[in-house]
C-alpha cells in the first residue's frame, strides 16, 4: 500500500463520512484507524503505536504545531475579553448604526478580510470576532460569514507578499532561487485566489446565492441562526459588558496586528540586521504569532484594567473561557494533523509525485492545468495547502527550470499554489476551513457543505485560465478572460435567480 492509490483512502474516506454523516470527529478518527491499519499492515499493537505515538503523539508535541495551538488558545482569550468588555457588542451598535444594508456588511466583512493578510489563521478568528455581532445584526446567516471569512483568508494571503504563506512558499523555491521573487512572479496566474475574489464581491453586491447557502441566507432573514450556529446572537450580547467602547475592541485588534507583524519579522532575523522583506521571508510563522498574540493580550488585559471596563478577576476568568471557546477547533486541529500524518507515512507524496511526472512528458501545455486540478485533489484529501506546495512545486521546477526561461515554470508554480489554496478551502478537515466556522461560530460541515459549490465553480473557471495561459503565455490576457468568463458565469446564475422569483 506504500506509494499507492491507497495511502490517499484513510482521507478520502474521513471526508466522504464527513459529508454523509454531518460529524466530523468520528469520521476524522475512522480515516485515522484506516491509515494506521494499512501502515502497520492490520497488526492490533502496530495500529494503536502508529496512531497514538507516532501520530497523535508527535503531532501534538512537533514545535509548530503547538505554536498554532497556542496561537488559537491567546486569540480564544483575546476575543473572550473583548466580548466580556463589551468592546464587541459596541462595535456591532456602531457599526448597525454606520452600516446599515445586508450588502454593506458583507463588502466590509471583505474588506476587512483582505486587509488582515498576514496570516490566514489570524484572518479567520479575527474577522470573525469583530463582524459576528455585526452580521448577526443585519441577519447575514454564519454560513455566508464564515464563506467570507474563508475566502478572505488562504486566498488572500497566498497573494500578498508580505505573508506568512509568502515566507512558505519561498522556502520550497530550489536552492539558489529568490523564492519571494518566484512567489511575486506567480501572483497574476494566481487565477483561484484572484478570481474568489471576484466572486464574493459581486456575491455581496448582487444579493445572489446558490447551493445550500440560499437556505441559510433564508432562514437567517428570519432571524433562524440557530440551526447553524454554535451559539446564538441573543447569548452572545447578553454576555457582554455595559461599559465597553469601540476602542476596547479596535485598539486590541490594532495592538494584534502590530504584535504579530513584529514577532514574524523578529523571528527572521530583522532585528539582527535582516532587511523587513527577508526577515518575513525567513519568519517562524508559528512562534511569530505566539509572540504577537501574546504581546496582544498582555496589552489588552492592561488597557481594560486601567479604562475600569473589567476587573483583574474578570481578566483571569477569560482565560479558560476563552480556552474552552477553542476545544471544538484544536480538537479538530488535532486529529486532522494526525490524519495527514497517516497518509505521509503511506507514501502519499510519492505518489502524487510519480502521477505529475508521468503526465509532464505528453501533455506540456496541458501540464499547467494538470498541476491545478493535482494541487486541488491533494490538498482537500490531506486539508494542508503547505504540505502541498512543499510536495509539488520541486517537481514542476524540475520539469521547467526557471533557468530556461520557459513563461511554463511561472504559470506551473502558479498552478501549485491556486490548486491547493482550492483543495485545502473545499476540504473538510483543512485548519483554515476549521477555524473559519470557529471564527464565525457556524457548524462545521455546514460552512463546508454551503461553501462547495461556491469553491468548485471558481475552479472550474481557474482550470479554463491555465489551459489559455500555457498556450498564450501572457499574465494580463488570461487574467482578463478568466475575470470575464467569471461575471459571465455569475450573471448567469444571477438572471437565473430573478427569473425563478418571478416565476
Known amino acids: ?29 475512522v480515516g485515522i ?34 505554536g498554532i495551538l497556542i496561537f488559537l488558545v491567546f486569540l480564544g482569550i483575546i476575543v473572550c475579553l473583548m466580548n466580556k468588555a463589551g468592546g464587541s457588542s459596541a462595535f456591532g451598535k456602531w457599526a448597525a448604526e454606520h ?45 455566508k460569514l464564515a464563506y467570507l471569512i474563508d475566502s478572505t483568508a488562504a486566498p488572500i494571503c497566498i497573494i500578498a507578499p508580505i505573508s506568512s504563506w509568502a515566507a512558505a512558499v519561498s522556502g520550497f523555491a530550489p536552492e539558489g532561487t529568490n523564492g519571494l521573487l518566484l512567489f511575486i512572479r506567480a501572483i497574476p496566474y494566481n487565477y483561484y485566489a484572484i478570481l474568489t475574489i471576484v466572486m464574493m464581491l459581486f456575491l455581496a453586491i448582487s444579493g445572489m446565492d446558490y ?12 432571524g ?38 513584529i514577532g514574524m519579522i523578529y523571528t527572521g532575523g530583522f532585528f539582527s540586521g535582516e532587511s523587513f522583506i527577508n526577515s518575513f521571508a525567513n519568519s517562524d510563522a508559528s512562534v511569530g504569532l505566539v509572540l504577537g498574540s501574546f504581546g496582544g493580550l498582555a496589552v489588552t488585559i492592561v488597557f481594560y484594567l486601567i479604562r475600569r471596563v473589567l476587573a483583574f478577576k474578570d481578566c483571569m476568568s477569560c482565560i479558560t473561557e476563552g480556552f474552552k471557546a477553542m476545544v471544538p477547533a484544536i480538537t479538530i486541529l488535532a486529529l486532522a494533523w494526525t490524519l495527514k500524518s497517516m497518509t505521509d507515512s503511506l507514501g502519499a507524496a510519492a505518489y502524487v509525485a510519480g502521477i505529475v511526472e508521468k503526465t ?28 502541498t506546495f512543499g ?22 508554480v502558479a498552478a501549485c499554489m491556486a490548486g491547493a489554496v482550492c483543495g485545502d478551502h473545499c476540504s473538510p478537515i483543512s485548519d483554515t476551513t476549521i477555524m473559519s466556522s470557529a471564527g464565525a461560530k457556524c457548524k462545521h460541515l455546514v460552512h463546508v457543505s454551503t461553501q462547495l459549490p461556491y469553491a468548485l465553480s471558481v475552479a472550474a473557471v481557474s482550470f ?19 475575470i470575464i468568463l467569471m461575471l459571465a458565469f455569475l450573471f448567469f446564475m444571477y438572471k437565473r435567480q430573478q427569473a425563478g422569483k418571478k416565476a
Not at 456588511?105 to 463582524?131: E, H, K, R
Request: glycine share 8%; hydrophobic share 50%; net charge neutral.
Open 360 to 387: 509532464a512528458g505528453g501533455l506540456l501545455l496541458f501540464l499547467p492545468a494538470v498541476v491545478f486540478v493535482i494541487a486541488c485533489l491533494l490538498a482537500f484529501a490531506t486539508g494542508t495547502s503547505w504540505g
Open 464 to 482: 479554463v485560465c491555465y489551459v489559455i495561459a500555457a498556450f498564450v503565455k501572457n499574465a494580463v490576457i488570461s487574467l482578463l478572460t478568466g
Open 224 to 261: 433562524d441562526f440557530l440551526s447553524i450556529a454554535t451559539d446564538s446572537p441573543a447569548d452572545a450580547d447578553s454576555a457582554a459588558g455595559t461599559k465597553g467602547r469601540v476602542i476596547d475592541l479596535v485598539l486590541p485588534i490594532i495592538v494584534l496586528i502590530i504584535s504579530c507583524v
Open 99 to 143: 452600516v446599515k444594508s445586508r450588502v454593506g456588511v458583507q463588502l466590509a466583512t471583505t474588506f476587512l478580510g483582505i486587509l488582515i493578510f498576514i496570516d490566514d489563521y489570524f484572518n479567520c478568528l479575527t474577522v470573525g470576532s469583530v463582524m459576528r455581532p455585526v452580521t448577526d445584526r443585519q441577519k447575514v446567516s454564519r454560513a
Open 211 to 222: 447551493g445550500p447557502m440560499v437556505q441559510h441566507e433564508e432562514n437567517a432573514r428570519k
Open 1 to 29: 500500500m506504500q506509494g499507492t492509490f491507497w495511502a490517499l483512502v484513510p482521507a478520502i474516506v474521513a471526508i466522504v463520512l464527513a459529508l454523509i454523516t454531518k460529524e466530523a470527529y468520528s469520521s476524522l478518527f
Open 391 to 412: 510536495i509539488l512545486i520541486p517537481i514542476t521546477l524540475n520539469v521547467f527550470p526557471l533557468q530556461s526561461g520557459n513563461p511554463l515554470s511561472i504559470i506551473c
Open 33 to 66: 484507524i484506516m491509515g494506521g491499519l494499512f501502515f502497520s499492515g492490520f497488526s492490533f499493537t502496530g495500529t494503536l503505536k502508529h496512531i497514538f505515538s507516532e501520530g497523535l503523539v508527535a503531532q501534538l508535541s512537533d514545535p509548530y504545531n503547538v
